[in-house]
């Protein structure tokens, strides 16, 4: 079973960024896709971006896309992040990395994955 650790959350202005991490171990890491969701207080949980198992193939919701980029090193570090820029007020949320189900997906779509982290916490100020 897989374990996934996020880090990198914090406070930042608007206009600012950050860089998230999620360190993974149990399974074979470069097999499966992986994805970064968000939890705002009171809404559902959002699909922001996804990334292939070989990294070849990246996803991105509407709402990020072309300010967020997602990466994973699938060597010895066996690690994905979410690169944040241009960060808005909107952006505020808990964001959770999590791990495909099946491996040699795609991960482009929030079904794929069934495995998450315990999230960590961005702040956006205006």
């Known amino acids: 079973q897989v374990q996934l650790v996020e880090s990198g959350g914090g406070l930042v202005q608007a206009g600012g960024s950050l860089r998230l991490s999620c360190a993974a171990s149990?399974?074979?890491?470069?097999?499966?896709?992986m994805g970064w969701f968000r939890q705002a207080p009171g809404k559902e949980r959002e699909f922001v971006a996804g990334?292939?198992?070989?990294?070849?193939?990246?996803?991105y919701s509407d709402s990020v896309k072309g300010r967020f980029t997602i990466s994973r090193n699938n060597g010895a570090k066996n690690t994905v992040y979410l690169q944040m820029n241009s960060m808005k007020p909107e952006d505020t949320a808990v964001y959770h990395c999590?791990?495909?189900?099946?491996?040699?997906?795609?991960?482009?779509?929030?079904?794929?994955?069934?495995?998450w982290g315990q999230g960590t916490q961005v702040t956006v100020s205006s």
């Open positions: 999590a791990s495909a189900t099946r491996p040699y997906g795609v991960g482009d779509r929030p079904t794929d994955f069934g495995s």
């Open positions: 149990g399974r074979t890491f470069s097999n499966y896709a």
């Open positions: 990334i292939s198992w070989s990294g070849a193939n990246t996803y």
